[in-house]
Every structure is written in C-alpha cells, then in structure tokens.
C-alpha cells in the first residue's frame, strides 16, 4: 500500500490511465463471456441428449451387426460340403456309425470360437434322432449335458427338446446364468446369451451359439451413466446391464426411435431393423443435470478466477510499465529541473518528450556495442586461424594476440536421448553450455577466451599460464558443476601443452583433437590429460576376411552378428578407445561393400550415415547399428541365392542337410533330371558362386562352429562334413582359413577362454 501512495492518482496520470483501460477491457470480457455462456448452456443439453442417441445408435448397429455375424457365420459353415456331409452323417450316428466325424465338426467348431470378435463361448449341434449334443469339449447326452454340464434354473433339457417342435430360424434366448455340477460341485460358467439357429433342409437338429453378453457390452456399449437393455418382439428382456427391471415397469417404446422421459429417467430406444430387436438405455435425469450443475459450477469458477487474475495482472503491469516511466522522469528531473511542460493529457509523456536527453545514453550504447563487436571480431579472428584462413585486415589480425604463450582446452559435447525429448534445440543448448563454460573459467582465470568451432566443439585458449595445474583443477570444478545435467549430456574434454606463441594454434587445435579420439566407450564426462598418438585404419587378417565373407555369404544373419558382436565385446573388455570402435565399423562397411560387389548388388541399398558413429556411446549403440547394416544385406544374399527359385531354394536345403554325405555336381544333376554343365551355369547366375566353391566353403564354416565343441575330435568333424579322409579335409580347411582344424581350435578356443 505504502507503495501504491508513491504514485500520483490524478485521472490524467499514466497509471490511472492504464488501470482505468485494463478494468474496462475486463469488464466488457467478463459481460461476453457471461452473455455466451447463458447462450451456449441451452444448447449444451441438447448436445448432451444428441450425445446419448449417437451413443446408442452406435451400441445397436454393433449388436445387429453382431447377431447377423452369428448366423452368416453358421450359413457359412454349413456351405463347405465335408462339413455338410459330416452333419448328415451325424444325425444318425448310431446307423452309421459315424463317431469318426465328430472331430472334424469339433475342429470346425473350434475354428470359429477361437476368433475372439464373435464373443462366442460355445457352439452346440443338438441332433434330435439320438438325442445328443456335439460342443466344443465333445459329445454327451442331451438331458446330460443340459442339466449338469450346462445347467439353467430357466432352461431344462425339455426346455431345449421343445426347440425342435417350433417354428423358426433364427430365435435369440434371454440371457440365463449357467452352470456346471460335477460330484455336487457347481462351477459358474457365467452368464450367456443363447442363440437357436435352424438351417433348412434339417428338422432333426440346430444350432446353438452360446454368446458372451457381458463382452458383447463392454465392447459396444460406451456410456457409464445409463443401464443398457435389450427387448424381444415380445418385450421380454433378453439382455440387461440393470440387476433389476423396475425401470422398464409400465414402459412401451412405440416407433422405430425415440425418447422421453419418466419417473426422473430419460429413457433412449431403438429397434433393430433386422432382428426386431428393441435397444433401450436409461439414463437419469439427475445425471445429465449433475452435468450441466457441475459445468456452472466450474465456468463461474473459472470467470472469477479469471477476473482476479485480470485485476491483479492489470495492476502488475500497470506498474511495470509505470515504474520506469517515473525513473526516467526523475533522471531528468534532475538534470533539467525547470523545463516541465503540461501540453499533453499524460504529463508523464510530456516530460519524457520535452526533457530527456539522449547524448550520454547513446554514447554509452555505441560504446558498449563496439566492445561487443570486438569481441566478436575476436573469435572471428581466432576462428580464421584455426581453420588457416587468410585475413586481408591488419586490424583483424592484430586481435590475434602473437607473442603470448598460451595452452588449448578442446571440448566435444555429446547429447543423450533424454536431451531430444525435450523438444529443445542443440544450436541453443551449445551456446548456453559455452557460455557457462566461459563464465565457470574467466572467474577462475583472467585471461581466456571460449568460443564455438562446430555444432558439437567448443574451445577455450588460456593466456600467459604458468602451468596447467590451475587450469585442470578449473576444469574439474567445471565436470562437477556440469554433472547435474549427465543424463542430457556428457563432455570429452582434452588439453594441450602450453606453447610459446599463437603460431602454433593450428599444432595445438590437432594435438588436442587427436586426444579427444582417446576417449572410452561410456556416458561420463571424460578428462583426457595424457597424449597418446592415433592408430591407423583397422584392417582384416586375410583369416577374418575369410571369416567376415563366409559367415556373410552363408546368409545366416545371427551366425555374422554374434561375430561382429564378439569382436566388438573383445574391444570393449580391453577398453579400446572410441576412435577403435568407429575404425571397426568402418572396415565392417568397407568389407561388406566388397562382398555386395562381388554378388552384383547394389551397394547404395545398404548405405547407412557413418557419421552417426561419432555420436554412439555405449556398445549396445554400435551392435544396434550392425544389425541395420546388415540385416538388409543379409535379406539380399538369401534372395540372391535362392532368388523365390524351387530348384536352387532345393539344391541350397538339400546341402545344408546332408552335409555328411557325397555331395557332387553330378549327383545333385541326377536329381534334378539336367546335365551337369546346366546346373553348374544354373546355380552360379543365381547365387554368384560355383556350386564346388559354395559346398566347400559351407563344409568350413559348419566346421568351424564344430570345432567349437572341444568333445569332438577332428576325424569326427571330418566326417561330419563329409570328408572321410581327414588328410583331405584338413588341406581344405587350411586353403579355406590359412591354418590347419587344429590350429584354429587351440586359437580361438583361447579367445574364448
């Protein structure tokens, strides 16, 4: 309040005038939102009784549509002609002894039950000559089955005889709990909903579908406020979502459709174009006026809420806006304090127009944004030097200081998944993480100067250091800070020695870089201190060539994943630096571009970005990635080899299941009824490979993963393979691999270990 009085409430002040069009904007707000309210709160009950007819002709297009599935489904088990002969079996079992048949009506029968949008517990086939009934579980007596497998209190098994002598084809069943009664114990079987179907030409037995109503609600009915019930031609009730009938008592729904209301109730009904059905839903009025109570309740709410907030709002910034009006009327108060005219209705304005002076002010401006400006220059500057680009202006070459010793802190900034789901951008998320870096480090050091390199590297340049002790211990206090946000981000941070000049800033920028390689496969921040150089490209062994081309020519896509996967465990139990797993990618892709060629694929179907490697931080990353990598390429060698061709999809089964037997390019032409010199033409244009060079390469690779059992011994292996001379198949083996079977057991069976 004390702060209120300071302002002057004359009705020409700034401040009267702004609270005074803030409440009259209020108020006219506040008048057409009532005014609309009280429009729209008619039409509201009109929606909500249009919401409740929408509602139920939906729920009766779904049970029509329900009722008529049921007996189309039943047509249409009746068309297919085993069926059909099956049923004329069946219905004089005994005569024909046709026990036989039963299972396949079971299976049929099953069929359809199984499908979960019928809603149907059961189907029962009830055969009148003997007096029998086929269900999904089998067969029993009629009065058996319907007084103790499925027992009614409303339904007795003469109830379901007397079915035969009426005249129909289609009758629905009021629902009826039933039960099963088995050594005196009674298991519920719930409640069902009967369905009697009669086909024509058979007088001597139907059909009955047991439907689920309870599932048959809870999918087409979507109200929560309104009992549900369904009424035959004769108003009885076949369903009800109601325990009691009281609500439908001296009830008649003439018509169609329609509504009206009773009793406090809005009673919805609609009849069935097809079944005669009547559907009605109950609603209480209470329900719909609870609706339109409880929407008073919050719009009233809700406007006064809003107008409180208005008013205060309203005052908020009246003062915003007013304060500093004042203080730069005082300011000039104070330096011109008798100049003060009153021309204008706003005086405020008037001493702003008449009175301020903008000589200082924009002296101080032009000032402040030429020290921006050359800080700017500066990172441009330094920028240009890094990247070893020529400046034509003295000026600008000056702002790169020469002669001062200096040491370079490079940081690459690797984003989470945590970090895209908030919708936020990276080039805004750098620059605040630069900037704080700078803040953390110029309070630290003196003279530094941080700035961006890419979308992901920010530098940092410290001038005249003594040692780097400080400035690391700056950098640890910086990890520290920075580890609030680590499951958005992480750093890998690297110095450099400090050098005499700012001639060899580009010699400190690549030092730094190549540390950065040495980072380790995790999501920490990581504080590189220590240069080791760069390794070269990681190249195969002719052995894991062969490896690589045979596992990937083999089409078998786990047999090359758990490969790669192993390779890519080995490198991370020995802790391999970042820059290793990216170079084993590389030669991964390199080598699966050559074994693309070799089959005359297309190499750029498979092209994956190899710049999301630098971005990849955990092992799981690097084996997702293989995987979309090859799993296209391995689709295309299986659809190379086989090609949807019966003869070569046949010559390639039939190798890989008997590899232990003889297996020639004769004998496979045998087979196949062509000449030898055919097939072999044949089966090179389909799978890019001669059938001799194929077999044998398959034998090795099978026994490979056989020498991976130390219970098997080479001339078990051997055979296996279809060598029987293991003199022969240890010559192959080494052509194929470059050592012998025994070699590369003792080999890779250390590697395991």
């Not at 206090?477 to 690297?494: G, K, N, S, Y």
Request: aromatic share 14%; proline share 3%; with cysteine.
């Amino acid at each position: 309040m004390l702060r209120l009085k300071r302002f002057s409430w004359k009705t020409n002040s700034l401040f009267a005038k702004l609270m005074i069009s803030f409440l009259v904007v209020i108020a006219v707000l506040a008048l057409f939102n009532f005014a609309s309210f009280l429009f729209l709160k008619s039409k509201i009950h009109q929606e909500i009784v249009k919401y409740n007819q929408s509602n139920l002709n939906h729920t009766v297009e779904q049970y029509e549509n329900h009722f008529r599935l049921a007996w189309e489904t039943i047509i249409s088990l009746n068309q297919d002609d085993i069926f059909r002969a099956n049923l004329n079996m069946l219905r004089n079992v005994q005569k024909f002894n046709a026990y036989d048949k039963v299972d396949s009506v079971m299976s049929a029968i099953k069929v359809l039950i199984a499908n979960p949008f019928l809603s149907i517990d059961n189907i029962m086939l009830y055969f009148k000559n003997d007096s029998y009934v086929v269900e999904k579980e089998g067969t029993s007596g009629a009065k058996d089955l319907f007084s103790r497998y499925y027992a009614s209190s409303e339904y007795s098994p003469e109830f379901w005889y007397r079915q035969f002598d009426e005249s129909f084809t289609y009758r629905l069943i009021p629902v009826s709990s039933f039960t099963e009664i088995s050594a005196n114990i009674q298991k519920n079987k719930g409640q069902l909903l009967p369905a009697v179907i009669k086909l024509m030409p058979y007088k001597d037995m139907y059909f009955i579908v047991m439907l689920d109503p309870k599932k048959m609600f809870n999918s087409y009915h979507y109200s929560d406020h309104s009992d549900f019930y369904i009424l035959n031609e004769e108003g009885a009730s076949i369903f009800s979502s109601a325990p009691s009938m009281k609500a439908l008592l001296n009830q008649s729904f003439e018509g169609q459709n329609g509504s009206f209301t009773s009793n406090n109730l809005y009673y919805f009904y609609q009849k069935g174009q097809q079944t005669g059905l009547t559907y009605v839903s109950v609603v209480p009025i209470k329900s719909i006026s609870n609706q339109l109570m409880r929407l008073n309740i919050l719009f009233i709410t809700l406007l006064l809420i809003i107008i409180l907030l208005s008013i205060v709002t309203s005052v908020v910034l009246t003062m915003r806006l007013n304060r500093p009006v004042k203080k730069i009327i005082e300011a000039v108060q104070q330096r011109h304090p008798t100049a003060m005219p009153m021309s204008s209705p706003i005086h405020e304005f008037n001493m702003i127009s008449e009175k301020m002076s903008s000589i200082l002010r924009t002296n101080d401006q032009m000032t402040e944004d030429l020290d921006k400006k050359k800080d700017q220059l500066r990172y441009y500057a330094y920028t240009n030097k890094l990247r070893n680009i020529h400046m034509n202006l003295s000026d600008l070459r000056e702002l790169v200081v020469a002669d001062t010793p200096f040491t370079l802190v490079l940081y690459q900034l690797t984003m989470k998944e945590k970090f895209a789901e908030l919708d936020y951008e990276l080039e805004k998320a750098v620059y605040f993480i630069r900037e704080y870096i700078n803040i953390i480090l110029s309070q630290a050091y003196q003279d530094t100067i941080t700035f961006q390199m890419d979308k992901d590297t920010v530098l940092t340049l410290f001038f005249c250091p003594d040692d780097t002790a400080a400035i690391e211990s700056a950098l640890e206090q910086l990890i520290q800070v920075l580890e609030v946000d680590r499951d958005l981000f992480f750093l890998t941070m690297a110095v450099s020695p400090i050098y005499p000049d700012s001639g060899h800033l580009i010699s400190a920028y690549e030092y730094a870089s190549t540390m950065l390689l040495q980072r380790k496969l995790n999501d920490e921040t990581q504080f590189i201190r220590t240069f080791r150089p760069a390794k070269g490209a990681v190249h195969f062994t002719v052995l894991e060539e062969e490896e690589f081309s045979t596992r990937f020519m083999s089409g078998n896509e786990q047999s090359i994943l758990d490969w790669i996967y192993r390779y890519l465990d080995s490198l991370y139990k020995r802790k391999a630096s970042v820059d290793e797993f990216r170079r084993f990618a590389k030669e991964v892709y390199g080598q699966l571009n050559k074994s693309l060629i070799k089959l005359n694929l297309q190499v750029e179907l498979f092209t994956l970005e190899l710049d999301h490697l630098n971005s990849f931080y955990s092992i799981d990353k690097y084996k997702q990635w293989f995987k979309e990598l090859l799993s296209p390429a391995i689709e295309k060698v299986n659809d190379k080899k086989s090609d949807h061709d019966p003869t070569t999809h046949f010559i390639l089964e039939y190798l890989n299941l008997h590899l232990e037997q003889d297996i020639t390019l004769d004998i496979m032409a045998d087979k196949l009824n062509i000449t030898p010199g055919y097939l072999s033409t044949y089966f090179k244009e389909k799978t890019g490979a001669n059938f001799s060079d194929y077999l044998n390469g398959l034998r090795m690779q099978k026994a490979k993963e056989l020498l991976n059992n130390l219970d098997l011994k080479i001339q078990e292996i051997s055979v296996k393979v279809g060598y029987h001379n293991v003199n022969s198949f240890i010559r192959m083996f080494k052509r194929y691999s470059g050592i012998t079977p025994g070699e590369y057991r003792k080999m890779y069976g250390t590697q395991r270990t």
